[in-house]
């Protein structure tokens, strides 16, 4: 496993948002991004994760809720990772796929994309 510190971590998830186009950035709402160690024990390992109500499903009701929140996991993709590069790459892919999530893009269709 790649050794790396949260602090690291932490810095390679905020520039992998960096990396977001302004105009994206711009249209995202009511979204925080976390670094966590790791995903919940009894579910898969994840990389990342997306928790809320995509834009494209919100409606008129939609108002005074918590944010939704992207987590980028740690361990995972520590795990997966034989350098720092390849590290910052998975990162930046997590963030990409889980940032789509929140606009409304599924697996598939991110899959198909080279995002899965």
Known sequence: MLEMSREEFEELVGRALDRIPPQ???LMDNVAVFAEDEPDPSGPEV????????????GEWYAGVLPDRITVYRGPILRMSDSRDRAAAEIETTVVHEIAHHFGIDDDHLTALGYG
């Open 24 to 26: 994206l950035a711009a």
């Open 47 to 58: 990389l990342g994760l997306y928790e809320g109500t995509p834009l494209t499903e919100r």
